[in-house]
C-alpha cells in the first residue's frame, strides 16, 4: 500500500512558476514509478509526466512544451513537478500517481493516486 500526498499548488500570475511535491508513505517508494496527471473543470483527467523508478527516464505530455519538469528524491519518498511559464490553461487540479510498471504509467496511471492539489493561473 502507498499513500500518496500532494502539496505545493496555489494561485499564480501567468508567467510564474510553482512546485508540487507529492510524498510517498512506505519504504518501497524507489520501486515505483511516479506520474502527475491533471484535471481541468469539465474536462478529462490528462497526463502531465511521469518518471521512472530510479529517476533514468522521463515522459512529457506533448503540451507541457519543456515548461514543466519532474524529479524524484528517492531518500525522501518524493516526488516534484516543478512548472514554470505558467498559463491559464495549467488551471486544473493536479494529482500524482504511483505504479511498479513505467511504461504503462503515462497511459493509465498507476494503482495509487493522491487527493490532488489545486493550481489557479491568473491571467
Known amino acids: 500500500q502507498v499513500q500518496l500526498v500532494e502539496s505545493g499548488g496555489g494561485l499564480v500570475q501567468a508567467g510564474g512558476s510553482l512546485r508540487l511535491s507529492c510524498a510517498a508513505s512506505?519504504?518501497?517508494?524507489?520501486?515505483?514509478?511516479m506520474g502527475w496527471f491533471r484535471q481541468a473543470p469539465g474536462k478529462e483527467r490528462e497526463f502531465v509526466a511521469a518518471?521512472?523508478?530510479?529517476?533514468?527516464?522521463?515522459t512529457y505530455a506533448d503540451s507541457m512544451n519543456g515548461r514543466f519538469t519532474i524529479s524524484r528524491d528517492n531518500a525522501k519518498n518524493t516526488v516534484y513537478l516543478q512548472m514554470n511559464s505558467l498559463k491559464p490553461e495549467d488551471t486544473a487540479v493536479y494529482y500524482c500517481?504511483?505504479?511498479?510498471?513505467?511504461?504503462?504509467?503515462?497511459?493509465?496511471?498507476?494503482?495509487?493516486w493522491g487527493q490532488g492539489t489545486q493550481v489557479t493561473v491568473s491571467s
Open positions: 500517481t504511483a505504479a511498479l510498471t513505467y511504461n504503462t504509467i503515462m497511459v493509465h496511471g498507476g494503482d495509487y
Open positions: 512506505g519504504r518501497t517508494f524507489s520501486r515505483y514509478a
Open positions: 518518471i521512472s523508478s530510479r529517476g533514468a527516464s522521463t
